[in-house]
């Protein structure tokens, strides 16, 4: 990829942004004819139309249809200030390079897959760029590859497939073989000298396919063969495919023109002949040459082991496969590739027993690349390379336990990318396979199903399934690994999350002790297994109520991990959220709110603004905001994540919930009640729906929709919905937990409203006792002392309230402030009133 076009680009304003140029492929030198097609192209283009239509370049395989859209790029890149090239036959492809062409446009998309919709809002929109061009190769899944069309953009679109339905979902344009002056001139553009009849019957033995045209110029160009001589060889090499009785649709000639370039390379350099047998199992997309460099400890035929240990002889090979145009290399981006039908003739060419042999290999080079590390960012694009190979070569079939890591590995990335509808995908099939062949307890088969139940976790939509599998899954490891096994032990901390979605906090708090405790024992206090435990183990406390030791914990886990994880370890960063959202919960809302603009920042940059996580720090760097005070800036970022975490995750996502639950307290704290009411009755029953009328987070919800309630007006109804929320968390947390105190002070908030001080102030009194554990300061601690003076003073017990509010006022403007909005609350006489935002589970 390169930031500078191969042209001089034309008169720009000193305000626009820099051209991009990204991922297309080398100039085809010898590229000839074509005129009528490539006017017809640059035509539909240019037409007046706002709307994107995609031009559809469909046809058989070898007619050029890339070849094509290149010349087009190459001739009209004027036209355009961004031109981005698309590997399309994968999703996963498009994604990839749709997230580099972010990080081109400076959008801090970042490296995860979510981040795609920044980069086609960007393009839709045409902010910064306008005239944009982007070209889809090989796209052959219309209904796949239209969902990263930008919808009404500004720029143009190119698609090349040999998908006809382009046809009816597109202006399609169709490419055909070389006209036979095409041909003629594409051989002769190589040997000018060819004598005229002998080239036009070369050009008709090769049916004017340009793939084969091109092959046999290179051929003749290359080794001065006369063309009768090679027409002699060409046309017994079609015979005898012809008496092999091929499938209808198999390429005669291109397999009868490869033959003449393979049958020198058999004789002459087996090395290299193996080398493109390999590749044959690849994708048809580039490949990169670190594949092949400084491989060791795999087993391949002496031939090929011999160019892989040594770089001058493997130079050698790739040189002369470069020389007889056998597989396109491209110097610049380090990468060879090799087209379908090519693949198609060499592994049609090799007996059983030699693809399994090349297979395997390709399967032992792609294995040998595995960062072995899916949870590090900067590991991301390299596997995202190698997912394209893993698909195409049927990765899942080998039976070689470092594939079938590489594999796991690659599901364990799309997790940690956040596409788990392709993590399960692959997964899924993994793990049929794998449990046919190896049997329901073999370690790697257990692996992959981890991968899947955490997965469905993670995704949210079938728990019931993620949680029967992890339940399941304890057992097995049990079973086969015995209790104190990493793995076991990691399989139970999975197992308190499912604990925790279900309401279960206190029986989660003992499995995440449980298995801390044996975890430091047996690994020590560095091992990433005990890391991983201490991490959940600090959850559970947090929901436990005893945040403050929680907060020691994760600070202790998010140091360690640095140390031994990587500062940009997805686990890392998820514990130093931890450790924010800890002093958040304690009241240190400075400290929290300058962790959390700095560490939006960071993950915006790392993973993109749309990565799951990412919202999940801006989720909490909103409620921060408001709890320090900022209620705008609050209400602006939840308004701008709502919309976000809707469209990328769709409305019924945990992401949407919980974004949503933050938000309806913001437009309560702007004053927009009737919205604010609205939503949280929204969230209130997809949280019911989804986990239950008595988990103490539906409970939360029904607080904070009373609270909305009581201030329009509504007291009795506030009053009931209050009374359901003290007697259900005092069942779940009990009765002295921070949350279910919140609670009690809100009920009573309820009965002041409704003119019953003395309830109210019975209340209240019992909640100042029991939050003595909360620090003095802790605003909750604030607001129960600031509401007992008013119920003081409503039972006329002046004294006792003056000094009550007097004491409240001054620990108020120190805590928080005197400009904060509770500060001002409390000075103009109003209630305190106590909302909830969801932890993470």
């Known amino acids: 990829m390169s930031a500078g076009l191969p042209v001089a680009p034309g008169p720009r304003s000193p305000h626009d942004p820099p051209r991009i140029w990204g991922n297309v492929p080398q100039r085809n030198r010898n590229f000839t004819g074509r005129e009528v097609l490539l ?77 795609v919709p920044a980069v086609l809002d960007a393009l839709r929109r045409g902010e910064p760029y306008s005239d944009w061009l982007l070209v889809f190769d090989n796209a052959e899944n219309p209904k796949v590859v239209r969902k990263y069309f930008p919808s009404d953009g500004p720029g143009r679109i190119v698609v090349t497939s040999r998908n006809f339905q382009w046809s009816t979902d597109a202006s399609s344009l169709e490419v055909d073989v070389f006209a036979r002056e095409e041909s003629v001139a594409l051989l002769r553009r190589r040997s000018s000298q060819l004598p005229d009849e002998a080239v036009d019957h070369l050009a008709a033995a090769l049916g004017d396919l340009p793939l084969a045209v091109e092959q046999a110029a290179v051929w ?142 390709a399967h032992q080079l792609l294995s040998h690349s595995d960062p072995r590390n899916p949870q590090r960012v900067t590991y991301w694009p390299r596997y995202s390379s190698l997912l394209t190979h893993v698909r195409a070569s049927n990765a899942v079939e080998c039976e070689e336990p470092w594939t079938r890591r590489l594999v796991l590995n690659e599901v364990w990335f799309l997790r940690a990318r956040g596409d788990h509808a392709a ?48 339940s399941v899954l304890v057992e097995r490891f049990r079973r086969v690994l015995g209790e104190a096994h990493e793995d076991t032990l990691q399989a139970q901390s999975f197992m308190a999350a499912h604990h925790r979605n279900r309401g279960n906090f206190g029986e989660a708090r003992e499995m995440d002790k449980r298995v801390y405790d044996t975890s430091l024992m047996e690994f020590g206090a560095d091992d990433p297994a005990t890391l991983l435990a ?4 600090a959850v559970s406390l947090r929901l436990a109520g005893n945040s403050e030791k929680a907060l020691e914990l994760d600070y202790d886990t998010w140091q360690r991990r640095v140390e031994t994880l990587g500062e940009d370890h997805l686990y890392t960063l998820t514990t130093r959220d931890a450790y924010l ?21 960071e993950v915006g940059e790392k993973l993109g603004e749309a990565h799951p996580f990412t919202a999940l720090v801006n989720r909490s760097r909103c409620v921060t905001r408001r709890k320090k005070g900022d209620h705008e800036g609050a209400y602006q970022l939840s308004r701008r994540y709502i919309e976000l975490t809707g469209d990328i995750f769709g409305i019924g996502s945990r992401h949407h919930l919980l974004m949503a ?98 309830e109210a ?38 004294e006792e309230s003056e000094h009550l509010y007097s004491e409240a006022l001054k620990r108020y403007r120190s805590a928080l402030g005197s400009s904060h909005p509770a500060t001002l609350d409390a000075e103009k006489g109003l209630r305190a009133n106590a909302d909830i935002d969801l932890i993470s589970l």
């Not at 491989?295 to 035929?301: A, F, L, M, P």
Request: aromatic letters at 6%; glycine letters at 6%; proline letters at 4%.
């Open 39 to 115: 006017e017809s192209l640059r035509e539909r283009l240019r037409s007046g139309v706002t709307a994107v239509l995609p031009e559809a370049l469909h046809g058989m395989g070898g007619v050029g249809k890339s070849q094509i859209a290149i010349e087009h790029v190459y001739r009209h890149s004027r036209d355009y200030r961004l031109i981005w090239w698309i590997p399309s036959e994968q999703e996963n492809q498009i994604v990839q390079s749709l997230i580099e062409l972010g990080e081109q446009m400076g959008l801090q998309a970042g490296s995860e897959m979510s981040a």
């Open 220 to 361: 003749l160009a290359e080794t001065g063969m006369p063309v009768q001589q090679y027409l002699e060889v060409y046309e017994r090499n079609f015979t005898e495919l012809m008496q092999s009785e091929p499938p209808g649709d198999y390429p005669l000639s291109v397999a009868a023109a490869w033959n003449v370039s393979l049958g020198r390379l058999r004789e002459t350099r087996p090395d290299a002949l193996q080398l493109l047998q390999v590749c044959a199992f690849f994708a048809p997309e580039p490949i990169e040459w670190d594949l092949f460099s400084a491989v060791r400890g795999i087993s391949v035929t002496p031939e090929l082991q011999s160019a892989l240990d040594d770089p001058v002889k493997l130079g050698r090979a790739v040189r002369e496969i470069g020389r007889y145009a056998l597989a396109r290399i491209d110097h610049r981006q380090n990468t060879v590739q090799m087209h379908r039908l090519v693949q198609r003739v060499l592994i049609e060419q090799m007996n059983m027993q030699e693809q399994a042999t090349m297979r395997h290999a």
């Open 423 to 470: 993590s399960l995908s692959l997964g899924e099939r993994a793990a049929e396979i794998w449990r046919a062949r190896l049997g329901e307890e073999h370690e790697e088969v257990l692996g992959i199903d981890q991968q899947i139940a955490q997965a469905l976790r993670e995704q949210g939509i079938d728990l019931a399934r993620s949680y029967n599998l992890q």
């Open 534 to 537: 201490a991490h959940n183990y």
């Open 581 to 601: 959202l800890d002093l958040q919960e304690v009241g240190r809302y400075e400290e929290a709110l300058e962790g959390y603009e700095l560490l939006a920042e």
């Open 661 to 758: 639950v933050s938000h309806a307290n913001d437009l309560r704290q702007i004053g927009k009640l009737q919205e604010s009411r609205t939503l949280s009755e929204q969230a209130l029953e997809q949280h019911r729906a989804s986990y239950g009328r008595q988990h103490p987070h539906s409970h939360a919800l029904a607080m904070n929709l009373a609270v909305t309630l009581r201030l329009l007006q509504r007291p009795e109804a506030a009053l009931e919905l209050d009374r359901e929320t003290v007697e259900g968390l005092t069942r779940s947390l009990g009765e002295a937990h921070p949350r279910t105190l919140l609670a009690r002070m809100n009920l009573a908030s309820d009965h002041f409203a409704l003119g019953r001080p003395d």
């Open 761 to 798: 102030h019975a209340i209240d009194k019992a909640v100042a006792e029991e939050s003595a554990r909360l620090r003095e300061d802790h605003p909750a601690n604030l607001a129960v002392q600031l509401n007992m003076s008013y119920d003081l003073k409503a039972l006329r017990r002046t």
